[in-house]
């Protein structure tokens, strides 16, 4: 069991920048890949980013491409998302999730991740 608690989400400005947190608890984080999907009002979860377990390999959804950043640090079991330039179409509750393992475009896929947070709403105001 892996539980995840996400952190640092909140209202800003179009152009701003906000540094999500993802804390891990439980078995070995650094065996999993971890994912950031959001969710707006009224659209279905949607894959943002995810990091390899050794950090090697990141992967990004189109529209944050340039903008989003992921990491993560397994001494801390932690992963972050860098998000600069932030649209208000960027609003959404973001979450953190665990996969035991997948490569290139199967990290997209929500059936891949296994555990997730709670999620912190993001809300970029134009």
């Known amino acids: 069991q892996v539980r995840l608690v996400e952190s640092g989400g909140g209202l800003v400005q179009a152009g701003d920048s906000l540094r999500l947190s993802c804390a891990a608890s439980?078995?070995?984080?650094?065996?999993?890949?971890m994912g950031w999907f959001r969710q707006a009002p009224g659209k279905e979860r949607e894959f943002v980013a995810a990091?390899?377990?050794?950090?090697?390999?990141?992967y990004y959804a189109d529209s944050v491409k340039g903008r989003f950043t992921i990491s993560r640090d397994n001494s801390k079991n932690t992963v972050a998302l860098q998000m600069n330039s932030l649209k208000p179409e960027d609003t959404a509750v973001y979450y953190c999730?665990?996969?035991?393992?997948?490569?290139?475009?199967?990290?997209?896929?929500?059936?891949?991740?296994?555990?997730w947070g709670q999620g912190t709403q993001v809300t970029v105001s134009s």
């Open positions: 999730a665990a996969a035991p393992g997948c490569s290139g475009y199967e990290c997209h896929r929500l059936g891949k991740y296994d555990y």
């Open positions: 439980g078995r070995s984080f650094s065996v999993y890949v």
């Open positions: 990091i390899s377990w050794s950090g090697g390999r990141t």
